[in-house]
Each structure stands twice: as structure tokens, then as C-alpha cells.
Nanobody, 120 residues
Framework: QVQLVESGGGLVQPGGSLRLSCAVS????????MAWYRQAPGKEREVVAT???????NYVDSVKVRFTISRDNAERTVTLQMNSVKPEDTAVYYC??????????????WGQGTQVTVSS
């Protein structure tokens, strides 16, 4: 069973930095495609950044240059470094693992989410 636990959320001032981490247990981490999503109040959940098992990253336009996604296969963690944060970055941030289940089937697992609030 794959389980994800996020940490690192909190209150940060505009222009500041925050580092989110997601620890993954179960499964073969190096084969997983990882992603960070966020959901602001009254809005749909949106993808923020993705990082596949081969190390290729993609970002939503609104966070490009400011956010960096990375992974440590030995530690089984994926990290989202958030710099120059803005009030519109306020949301609950979720970690997602896209896990190969064999025979071309992939399963998604989610963490419980961590709150990020950008405010002065």
C-alpha cells in the first residue's frame, strides 16, 4: 500500500519562501511519477508541478521560475521549493503519486494535504 505524507506548510509573507516535502512509503518509489497539486477555497484542484520517474519536470505557468520540484529516490521524498510566493499561492497543497500497477495500469495515491497561507 502506497502512502504519502506532506509536511512543510504554514504561514509565509509575500515574497518569502517555503519548502514542502512529501514522504512516500510502499511501492517502488523510483518508478513513480510524482506531482504537486493545490486547491484554493472555492476553486478546483489544479496541478502545480509534475516530475516523472525519468526526472522530467513541468510547471503550471503561474509558478514557473518561482517553484522547483525535485525528488530524492534514496530518501523516497519529493519536494516543492516555493520562492517569491504570492497571496494567490494560498491553497491546500497535495502530493500525488502515479504508480505503475502492472499490465499498463496506473494507480493514483494522494496525501492528506498541507495548508499554505501567503499573507502579511
Amino acid at each position: 500500500q502506497v502512502q504519502l505524507v506532506e509536511s512543510g506548510g504554514g504561514l509565509v509573507q509575500p515574497g518569502g519562501s517555503l519548502r514542502l516535502s512529501c514522504a512516500v512509503s510502499g511501492g517502488i518509489f523510483s518508478t513513480m511519477n510524482m506531482a504537486w497539486y493545490r486547491q484554493a477555497p472555492g476553486k478546483e484542484r489544479e496541478v502545480v508541478a509534475t516530475l516523472n520517474s525519468g526526472g522530467s519536470a513541468n510547471y503550471v505557468d503561474s509558478v514557473k521560475v518561482r517553484f522547483t520540484i525535485s525528488r530524492d529516490n534514496a530518501e523516497r521524498t519529493v519536494t516543492l521549493q516555493m520562492n517569491s510566493v504570492k497571496p494567490e499561492d494560498t491553497a491546500v497543497y497535495y502530493c500525488k503519486a502515479n504508480v505503475p500497477a502492472g499490465y499498463g495500469v496506473w494507480s493514483n495515491y494522494w496525501g492528506q494535504g498541507t495548508q499554505v497561507t501567503v499573507s502579511s
